[in-house]
């Protein structure tokens, strides 16, 4: 059966449509320049509009004390140390299993007797309940497996094995796309995401701990819970909505196509189970515009056109595939108007919903056309035409990659024998920043400069950034993720929404569900007068005005690095985008969506089997983490304002190609081993691994592999054996299941919590991922339906009922939902 030729044959494949959707927020514009000019000219543009030049350290004169072991608390150090903090830690014994060279980079190494004094620092890093005699003005981050209390998860101490958190929140299970109906529900993947995810919200909250500070003079406790980590990342994955309108509600795609036999979904199934081409060729056909194609030349080159009405349509004009997408049945209108709502599964302004039969016949038109170039002809061919595209990389062909080492993002590190990782933030008045260096000895702590904090006499916030606002013109995940931290940190936050978004309702509606929480939101239309004149009253009041946008599109908003200094000298802006880095590069102004990325950066190469390089699921690898790096970046830009006191505002900046850099930061000396690679792995040694049980599957902490003694155990009897010889062991679960087990039994770590706004009823994780002084934040109030609150919002600016009922009327202010008149 030929592969390109008669694909009524090849029609049985059950989709899930919300793995499907795509993650990621959009970057910059697809041109090789930027509305400076170069991208030299662009950054030197960018430092002047912000007073930058002078490379003020965010973080200089703050002081930490690093006393943790643990991948968690070493990453959240260096993040500081790249900002400029002063990093002081003890090595006298190597770790066995962390890279010292990058984890302590910019770092001082000093003698353990001279870390026993802790009371000159700011900040105080610690694993679990280790003493610390804290004072006043000090903030300590405690890394914890579970929050203290927690009597389900209590049982994982500190340094638990990063497999048994894997396997508790689903990365095992919701990482591969395909994997369940070719018979691998189970896959174990070597990225330690729980711990990095940790690492970055644990530094978050210190920052905003340190905001707090310049007010109060106190410090605080906080913990940063690496199951909590790994729960931070899988929101899009288990959220569940109810009370939307047809029309805007989740598309449930599965089920045998028409005419498809469930005999021929076996025959197809079982052949991608075994052959790489044939998986390759599958989720072509589940998802054509977000999926690797092989090119003439045998590389690989994901398009990612898909979710977005837009880039659909660039990318199928591109090849002059439109019209003849709207001959064979498809339409284009908008999902957002009720009146469409019979379209739904054949129109491409929603292509990933589209009927298998539909997607199959584009990936048929499409695979021939990619077989027919050579991957740097799409690549230029697509750019040109300002669609998102990847070529698809090893890691190790990433780190190499010209322009990565242009942006920085892989960089030399001066007195290291190899490149590194580079920084996760920046910030224009820290430009340039000095270059990354090894660590450095001393044999004691130097006096501290810097004066100690007096207490105001205001005590801190129970959230550390109330008071503070922003103004979030994001989209997709990433962005939306860095205003929900911010949100739930305490900040008042706005949301801007388009007259007529372009991205699926399921990342639109469904999504803000989880991402919107506690923001009010507001539908404009600025290519109105009035429009834009209420985005800029907006953001001239705002702190941090968070954008995901192209360079074009803020300069057209006037939201801009120099025109954003003009309206809000104090406002910090916020860009979380695809592809840049410390320094900018040609590609700092391409696009980029979490899957495309993954591409880029090594991990789907990895992930998938040799020939079929595939997604490491959607949206928790990538996405959230970006988002995060992005609160990290802004809330680090506003700590750097406070201190100066001076009323200067700043740029802070973040990138997707960081945030998938950063997943691989156990990888960048080397590959893992092949237990650990494609998608039979099961684990990074022969005891640390997955198990195969009769009804289910357990993961196991242990030295040595136990297929034998396990071979036809139930789970129950599995775990009673591990257990029996003192190996740590959990069984391997789904989100789904991760998410259901604790809506009926919360616990202090995990809570999937029910919230309810004008009969919008949304279920999410409670943010659980960082605690002060040892109280979890409650989840910011429900996300209100979408532009439901902007008559409020107007209101606050100033309007009358009068004049905002007359805007609503005239379609400068969408209505709610987007619901016509």
């Not at 006499?457 to 550390?464: F, I, N, T």
């Not at 992930?607 to 995060?628: K, M, N, R």
């Not at 994780?765 to 979890?776: E, H, L, N």
Request: net charge negative; proline share 7%; hydrophobic share 40%.
């Amino acid at each position: 059966m030929s592969k390109t030729g008669n694909t009524d044959q090849k029609r049985g494949l059950t989709r899930r449509g919300a793995l499907l959707s795509l993650g990621g927020g959009i970057g910059a514009a697809m041109a090789l320049t930027t509305t400076a000019g170069t991208p030299a000219g662009a950054q030197a543009a960018e430092q002047a509009a912000w007073g930058a030049g002078t490379g003020d350290a965010p973080y200089g004169g703050v002081r930490v004390i690093e006393k943790s072991a643990l991948l968690t608390g070493r990453l959240a150090g260096q993040l500081f140390a790249d900002q400029g903090a002063e990093v002081f830690v003890d090595r006298s014994a190597p770790s066995p299993v962390l890279d010292d060279a990058y984890f302590d980079r910019g770092k001082v190494v000093v003698p353990a007797a001279a870390l026993a004094d802790t009371s000159s620092a700011d900040i105080l890093i610690v694993d679990g309940d280790a003493a610390v005699a804290r004072l006043p003005h000090q903030i300590v981050m405690r890394v914890v497996a579970a929050l203290p209390g927690d009597e389900t998860y209590g049982f994982l101490p500190p340094d638990c094995d990063e497999g048994l958190l894997s396997a508790i929140v689903g990365f095992y299970t919701d990482m591969s796309l395909t994997g369940p109906m070719l018979g691998r529900p189970v896959i174990y993947t070597p990225l330690p995401l729980a711990s990095v995810y940790a690492a970055v919200n644990g530094a978050i909250a210190v920052s905003a701990a340190l905001v707090d500070r310049t007010r109060t003079g106190l410090g605080r406790e906080v913990h940063a819970s690496r199951l909590a980590g790994g729960l931070s990342a899988i929101g899009a994955l288990t959220i569940t909505d109810a009370g939307l309108p047809p029309h805007l509600r989740p598309i449930q795609v599965g089920g045998l196509p028409p005419g498809m036999t469930q005999e021929q979904f076996v025959e197809i199934t079982g052949k991608a189970s075994t052959d790489p081409s044939w998986q390759l060729w599958l989720e072509q056909r589940f998802g054509p515009l977000a999926t690797p194609f092989k090119t003439a030349d045998g590389a690989f080159v994901l398009p990612l056109a898909g979710a977005n009405r837009r880039l659909t349509r660039r990318f199928l004009e591109a090849f002059d595939l439109y019209d003849r997408a709207l001959a064979e049945g498809m339409v284009d209108v908008s999902s957002f108007d009720a009146d469409n709502y019979d379209d739904r599964r054949n129109n491409l302004a929603d292509s990933l919903a589209l009927r298998f039969d539909l997607t199959s016949k584009l990936a048929d038109w499409i695979e021939p056309i990619f077989a027919s170039r050579t991957a740097d002809e799409l690549e230029a061919y697509l750019v040109a035409r300002e669609v998102p595209v990847s070529r698809v990389n090893s890691l190790a062909e990433w780190q190499r990659d010209r322009q990565a080492r242009e942006a920085r993002l892989v960089t030399d590190v001066l007195g290291a024998d190899r490149p590194m990782f580079g920084r996760m933030a920046w910030l224009a008045s820290a430009q340039p920043y000095p270059p990354l260096a090894a660590a450095t000895t001393a044999d004691s702590l130097p006096p501290r400069t810097a004066p100690v904090p007096r207490p105001s006499g205001v005590a801190p916030s129970v959230r550390p950034l109330t008071g503070f606002s922003m103004l979030d013109l994001a989209n997709v995940i990433a962005g939306p993720a860095s205003g929900r931290m911010c949100s739930e940190l305490g900040m008042s936050v706005v949301q801007s929404l388009p007259m007529e978004p372009n991205h699926s309702v399921s990342i639109v509606v469904s999504w803000a569900g989880e991402l919107g929480g506690g923001k009010r939101s507001i539908i404009l239309n600025t290519r109105t007068t009035e429009g834009m004149k209420i985005l800029r009253d907006l953001a001239a009041r705002s702190d941090i005005v968070l954008n995901n946008a192209l360079d074009a599109q803020m300069a057209r908003l006037r939201l801009d690095p120099a025109s954003l200094r003009v309206l809000n000298p104090r406002a910090i802006g916020l860009l979380v985008s695809a592809f840049r880095g410390e320094r900018l590069s040609p590609r700092q102004n391409d696009m980029g969506y979490d899957p495309s990325i993954q591409g880029t950066t090594g991990i789907m190469w990895r992930f998938g089997p040799p020939g079929a390089p595939t997604f490491h699921g959607i949206a928790s690898a990538v996405d959230y983490l970006c988002g995060y790096l992005g609160a990290w970046a802004g809330v680090t830009a506003l700590y750097a304002r406070q201190a100066r006191d001076d009323g200067r505002g700043d740029w802070a900046e973040t990138s997707l190609a960081a945030a998938a850099t950063l997943t691989q930061v156990l990888l960048q000396n080397a590959e893992p081993p092949e237990s650990a690679v494609g998608p039979h792995a099961t684990g990074l040694t022969a005891g640390q691994r997955v198990y195969r049980l009769s009804d289910g599957w357990i993961y196991v902490d242990g030295p040595a592999d136990l297929s034998a003694e396990l071979d036809g155990l139930d789970m129950a009897a599995a775990l009673a054996l591990v257990a029996g010889r003192g190996l740590p062991a959990v069984p391997v679960q789904t989100c789904r299941q991760i998410a259901d087990r604790h809506r009926d039994t919360p616990t202090l770590t995990a809570t999937f919590e029910r919230r309810e706004s004008d009969g919008w009823v949304n279920e999410c994780w409670a943010p659980t991922w960082f605690t002060f002084d040892g109280v979890p934040l409650d989840r910011p109030a429900a996300t209100p339906r979408l532009g439901s609150t902007g008559p409020e919002i107007l209101a606050e600016l100033g309007y009358s009922e009068t004049q905002i009922a007359e805007m609503i009327a005239t379609g400068v202010v969408g209505r709610t939902e987007w619901a016509k008149g």
